[in-house]
């Protein structure tokens, strides 16, 4: 599912930029479950509600980059 949610972003980048701005969001089921000011809040938020590996957070930073570069985590 998380190639999916990453394909929905992708598709739907430019309309989510226009809605949220520059963020870090949190998605799941192609829905949005959260916006955050970074990354590890991003995280640490969405995980007290969500399994690992259930959703992605993505950076909406209005250009490619957000979407190009690939950031790797493991949670332990």
Same mark, same amino acid.
């Given at each position: 599912?998380?190639?999916?949610?990453?394909?929905? &972003?992708? @598709?739907?980048?430019?309309?989510?930029? *226009?809605?949220?701005?520059?963020?870090?969001?949190? #998605?799941k089921?192609? $829905?949005?479950?959260?916006?955050?000011?970074? &990354?590890? @809040?991003?995280?640490?938020?969405?995980? *007290?509600t969500?399994?690992?590996?259930?959703?992605? #957070?993505?950076?909406? $930073?209005?250009?490619?980059?957000?979407?190009?570069?690939?950031?790797?985590?493991?949670?332990?």
């Amino acid at each position: 599912m998380q190639d999916k949610d990453f394909e929905w &972003f992708i @598709e739907n980048y430019n309309m989510l930029y *226009e809605k949220y701005g520059c963020c870090f969001l949190a #998605i799941k089921d192609k $829905n949005i479950i959260g916006v955050y000011k970074s &990354f590890d @809040e991003a995280a640490d938020n969405t995980l *007290e509600t969500e399994e690992i590996g259930t959703f992605i #957070i993505q950076e909406c $930073n209005g250009d490619e980059s957000a979407y190009t570069m690939q950031i790797a985590s493991m949670f332990i």
